[in-house]
């Protein structure tokens, strides 16, 4: 068994990952129905206005938007449990004897616990194409949107991870993981740090960039952040996990 299958077994087996999953379905679909619902009842004061919401502002880019705050907690709950558990368990020597590349062996944390993440997300994001479909409008933006949500939660996965490295201990390493990503998540809401009318702190706030893709142009400085990001937590990560080992060797 790899540690991709194991990583799997783990998260698929585990009572509280579906537990959350089913809440998480709950509030998607309560989104959705009630984005819909909303922008139905809109429609008479849009009538009047010169340039009134598409169907893609009044209703995918909040579900897509509330789906991204909902993940906070997913990703803090899943990617955080991924290394921390291994000091509770005592795993830590089966693990410096199993596999000895670094980079492997994160890579493969970060795929299962990526999967496991995409198994909250997929149910909402079949539903805005299925409604862009029905509503016959253009799937530009709802593939450049779902885009930059697959980026973000990526790039919060690979956070997580490296916190979780640095964890002896599973609630400590999900509620830290949850602390870092919802300060980092308010940054671009904050009013820190002005100048020439613009808050240069929420460049560093994923929430800044996640929402530089609803637009109809792809932001490749957000792409950068994004995928810079990624590489650099775990790149991080696998040299905590050395360190690791060689205190263990």
């Not at 880019?61 to 993940?71: C, D, E, G, N, Q």
């Not at 964890?167 to 940054?187: D, M, R, Y």
């Not at 009318?197 to 929402?211: A, D, E, M, V």
């Amino acid at each position: 068994m790899t540690i991709f299958t194991a990583e799997l077994k783990y998260f698929l087996r585990s009572p509280l990952i579906w537990l959350v999953a089913a809440l998480f379905a709950f509030i998607s679909a309560w989104s959705f129905l009630m984005a819909i619902e909303l922008f139905i009842t809109m429609q008479i004061n849009y009538a009047g206005m010169s340039n009134p919401p598409t169907i893609a502002q009044g209703i995918i880019f909040p579900v897509i938007a509330t789906v991204a705050k909902l993940s906070l907690l997913i990703v803090a709950i899943i990617a955080g449990l991924s290394f921390s558990r291994y000091s509770q368990n005592n795993a830590w020597s089966m693990v410096n004897a199993y596999c000895k590349n670094d980079f492997i062996f994160v890579w493969y944390k970060f795929l299962a616990c990526f999967l496991i993440c995409l198994l909250f997300i997929a149910p909402s994001l079949f539903a805005v194409f299925v409604l862009s479909i029905l509503a016959q409008i253009s799937l530009s933006s709802v593939l450049l949107s779902s885009m930059g949500m697959l980026l973000l939660l990526m790039w919060m996965i690979s956070l997580v991870l490296f916190l979780s490295s640095l964890s002896h201990n599973s609630g400590f390493a999900i509620l830290l993981s949850l602390i870092v990503l919802v300060l980092l998540w308010s940054l671009s809401t904050g009013s820190l740090d002005a100048s020439w009318g613009k808050n240069w702190l929420q460049t560093f706030s994923p929430q800044y960039h996640f929402h530089q893709f609803m637009s109809s142009s792809i932001s490749f400085a957000s792409v950068f952040y994004f995928v810079s990001g990624i590489v650099l937590f775990l790149f991080a990560t696998k040299q905590r996990l050395a360190h690791k080992r060689m205190i263990l060797s």
